[in-house]
């Protein structure tokens, strides 16, 4: 059974009479990496915020490593970069980690060497963070979060500056950490099609609600181009689609209802197939889009079905 690092139950914050999250049911095992999907004010910062207890919930409960109380320890394990930490820019990159490391009780010096190495600012030297780019900044606000080696890491938007080779090597980072290393990552962020290259699980946030969990897996599956097909007689159209259609590549949901993933152009054809063997189409329809349509179908915003006249 998986470990659950974080879990909220009925989270809610209200300022005065607005109500920034509603009951929100969040959780997140072991080595995933959670993609936290919302538009600008959908509670995305306020969430992360009370995870890291840079603000607090109205009612609710947060467990952090299965704990629900004295969460300050628990928190100890997190490493984040929910804004922009407050860095000497009159200092080094290195010189900014040991105050970080001694701030933070962190024993040793070596653990700085190694975290730039890993967010590639090792060849930084002398440079002043005033003479930094944003992307570097960035990075630097990366090694801070990772200083201390954290078993739980929260990133509010982290490719923020970042050029395309950045990026990528941040993805190939956060994928290293978390099947190597077993650190569990929280990552907010509106590049869609970034978090659908790194994140093994998705929440959508909208208007201070949760409306989804989902994994990777179940939504590469659910945004694949498909024909969705329901009959009156699920083992006999089966069998047409086989034998006179010869189509190979389809699934059987436990609804009953038929995923077919090739001859997606073929519908007319399919249905009248279906018909001459006496089967009644109840339901056929193209379904799957882009992770950026799929979240404005789950809001109410798109038209994910394109439905087939029959």
Same mark, same amino acid.
Request: net charge positive; glycine share 10%.
């Given at each position: 059974m998986s470990e659950i690092i974080c879990q909220t139950t009925e989270l809610c914050k209200s300022y005065k009479n607005s109500h920034v999250?509603?009951?929100?049911?969040l959780s997140i095992n072991r080595g995933e990496i959670y993609g936290l999907i919302g538009e600008n004010g959908a509670g995305k910062s306020? $969430?992360?915020?009370?995870l890291t207890g840079l603000a607090f919930q109205s009612s609710g409960v947060v467990t952090l490593f299965g704990k629900t109380e004295n969460l300050r320890y628990e928190r100890a394990k997190i490493g984040c970069t929910v804004e922009m930490p407050a860095l000497y820019k009159d200092m080094t990159a290195k010189q900014n980690l040991e105050i970080q490391r001694v701030q933070r009780g962190i024993p040793g010096k070596k653990c700085i060497a190694k975290t730039l190495e890993l967010v590639g600012l090792d060849d930084t030297q002398k440079k002043k963070v005033n003479d930094f780019s944003l992307g570097m900044k960035q990075?630097?606000?990366l090694a801070v979060a990772l200083l201390g080696e954290p078993e739980f890491l929260i990133l509010d938007e982290p490719v923020n500056g970042l050029d395309p080779t950045g990026i990528i090597e941040l993805r190939e980072l956060l994928k290293r950490l978390a099947k190597e290393n077993?650190?569990?990552? $929280?990552i907010s962020s509106h590049i869609l099609s970034e978090l659908n290259q790194l994140a093994t699980c998705y929440g959508f946030l909208h208007h201070g609600k949760l409306l989804k969990q989902i994994s990777a897996i179940e939504l590469n599956e659910e945004c694949r181009r498909h024909i969705r097909l329901k009959t009156d007689d699920t083992k006999k159209a089966v069998t047409v689609l086989e034998e006179q259609l010869n189509i190979k590549n389809f699934s059987v949901q436990p609804d009953n209802y038929i995923r077919v993933y090739e001859k997606l152009e073929e519908t007319h054809t399919i249905s009248k197939m279906l018909s001459s063997n006496g089967i009644v189409v109840e339901e056929l329809s193209v379904q799957g889009e882009a992770l950026e349509t799929y979240f404005e179908n789950l809001i109410g915003?798109?038209?994910h079905v394109e439905s087939v006249k029959i």
């Open positions: 999250l509603q009951n929100i049911d306020t $969430l992360i915020r009370i990075r630097l606000a077993h650190v569990t990552v $929280l915003g798109g038209k």
